[in-house]
């Protein structure tokens, strides 16, 4: 008989013990709840950081334990728990320790309960927690200029939100950055901005310029091109990206897709001044090519070519930017690119005129009149230009180099002085 009343003795404090451990993770499960509830509440605030620390001093005990420490529920608790001291400790240490406890417990309790998933929401409402933290450490990282940090941090609050265009946008921005110094961050943060791109992501037309320039910096222009004209395909007015086709076109030798693109669009919308002003601005940029192309040449013949390919692409340019005037006669960018096409050569031929030696006096006398008929073609739009816009400083620049190329000093003196009021560009 008292053999069996040892070993039910035993029993009983056998079941007494697993139902201790069990009470802890009730405790724990209790607390945390009572936590989730009073946290929000200024009035209740203090109990419920009360209550969170009884929560983790519970959770603790049940994480030791055989009966309960490899159940899905101790492990979500866990997470969450330490999830929640992230948030409330303000003391930089405990918060990365905490957040390895809490990512850790959150990966096995996913791991035990991919089945039931009896604990789910618990699991995904402590990872956005752990994903705020994250996202906060970033935001530091990346005013400190630690781009590479900040791309770990961001990075991590990303795989909790695939979906939040947040999250993709900072995590490629972030990689962006970073991909200065570190080259294999490049193709980070294209797919990180090209997968934005698939989202509504309210600022969309400036990542399209902004994926363009990466394809740029890894010497892929056809990619380049490619997302650019599908940024312009979809945002049609935007001006940025307009220009930004129009460079990449000219970069790429595409300039006749680029041109053609631009007809097409014309001919469905023949009304659009704004058309007429981004051809004539692809034929500005080309004039500009030639330009460049001159300064390289040392060929005299081969630069006379290029003088005059130069001057038919402004003559294209102009006669573009007349069509979006005839729109639009108040269209201050057409005025402005119009004047400077027709003041280019004016100065050319100048230059040109003053270069000649002495005993070409007649030459000399030719060229002068024909540059200072140009110089007046240029001189109502150029004067259009600065009415619409007196503080422009493009506006007011040209204008005084159609006075210093016509050699009234006096009115030039008087634009410089608006000039320099206006503090710089």
Do not use: C, W
Not at 8 to 36: H, M
Not at 303 to 332: G, R, S, V, W
Not at 336 to 350: H, K, R, S, T
């Amino acid at each position: 008989m008292k053999i069996k009343l040892f070993m039910t003795g035993l029993i009983g404090l056998v079941s007494v013990a697993a139902f201790a451990q069990k009470g802890e993770l009730n405790n724990a499960k209790e607390k945390y709840d009572s936590y989730a509830v009073e946290r929000g509440n200024k009035i209740t605030k203090v109990q419920g950081v009360k209550d969170l620390a009884d929560a983790k001093t519970s959770i603790d005990k049940a994480s030791v334990n055989e009966k309960t420490a490899m159940l899905p529920l101790t492990y979500a608790l866990k997470g969450a728990i330490y999830a929640a001291e992230v948030s409330e400790d303000s003391v930089p240490a405990n918060k990365a320790a905490n957040f390895v406890i809490a990512s850790d417990a959150l990966r096995k309790a996913k791991s035990l309960d991919s089945t039931k998933q009896e604990n789910k929401t618990m699991i995904h409402d402590s990872y956005l927690s752990l994903a705020s933290y994250k996202f906060e450490m970033g935001r530091t990282a990346f005013q400190d200029k630690k781009y590479e940090e900040a791309y770990k941090s961001f990075d991590f609050y990303r795989q909790i939100a695939p979906d939040d265009t947040l999250a993709l946008y900072v995590t490629g921005l972030s990689a962006a950055n970073a991909a200065a110094s570190n080259p294999k961050y490049y193709s980070i943060a294209i797919d990180s901005y090209g997968k934005l791109l698939n989202t509504n992501y309210s600022n969309n037309a400036t990542i399209y310029y902004d994926l363009s320039s990466l394809y740029l910096a890894t010497k892929d222009t056809t990619n380049a091109l490619k997302v650019v004209g599908d940024g312009v395909a979809k945002y049609p007015s935007n001006n940025n990206l307009r220009r930004r086709e129009i460079e990449i076109g000219l970069m790429s030798g595409k300039l006749d897709i680029l041109i053609a693109k631009i007809q097409s669009a014309i001919a469905a919308d023949p009304k659009n001044k704004t058309l007429y002003y981004y051809m004539g601005l692809t034929y500005s940029q080309t004039a500009e090519s030639y330009t460049a192309q001159q300064k390289k040449t040392k060929v005299p013949a081969d630069k006379a070519a290029l003088e005059q390919k130069k001057l038919d692409a402004y003559h294209l340019a102009a006669e573009q930017y007349k069509k979006a005037l005839e729109i639009d006669p108040e269209y201050f960018e057409a005025n402005l690119n119009l004047g400077y096409v027709l003041l280019n050569p004016a100065i050319d031929e100048y230059n040109a005129a003053n270069q000649l030696p002495s005993s070409k006096q007649k030459e000399y006398e030719a060229a002068i009149a024909k540059s200072k008929a140009d110089f007046e073609s240029a001189r109502p739009y150029l004067e259009k230009a600065v009415a619409l816009m007196p503080k422009s400083y493009d506006a007011l620049n040209n204008l005084k180099t159609y006075y210093l190329g016509t050699q009234n000093t006096t009115k030039a003196n008087e634009i410089q002085k608006q000039i320099d009021a206006l503090g710089g560009k």
